[in-house]
């Protein structure tokens, strides 16, 4: 499925339908060069499954975890990983294999301990099409 935004608050509406949709145990993997919008795609999708809290990128933590929705949502940046070990002394298979919803910027770089069944979103920008416009392709989802 291909969408294009126009504006970031077309790309916080997509997360956000998506995390109105969520179910437990999804993993969704992110993918994007820097300032395309990875983190306002992840605010939306928070916003859908209920957290108000504000979300920002884990680029030094790895790992943000929010509870207070209507499922557990984890929030991870990998881009610092430095070695797949990092993520086992994190725990990432509770994450992983567990009731909540896990976002995974960078997941690229982990792509070795990834489940199959992942739901997979890249976002591009194209300047020819406006400053603000994205497309955004997601697979490994229903329609």
Known sequence: ???????AEETFSLGKKLGENAKPGQIYTLVGDLGVGKTVFTQGLASGLGITEAISSPTFT????YEEGRLPFYHFDVYRI???EEM?????????FGNGVCMI???????ELLPDDVIQVEIEKNLEKGFDYRQITITGIDE
């Not at 499925?1 to 504006?7: D, R, Y």
């Not at 790895?62 to 975890?65: D, H, M, P, T």
Request: charged share 35%.
């Open 88 to 96: 086992e002394e994190i725990g990432y298979d509770d994450y992983f």
């Open 1 to 7: 499925m291909k969408i294009e935004t126009n504006s």
């Open 82 to 84: 430095g070695d797949i």
């Open 105 to 111: 910027e960078w997941a690229n770089l982990i792509e």
């Open 62 to 65: 790895i790992i943000q975890e």
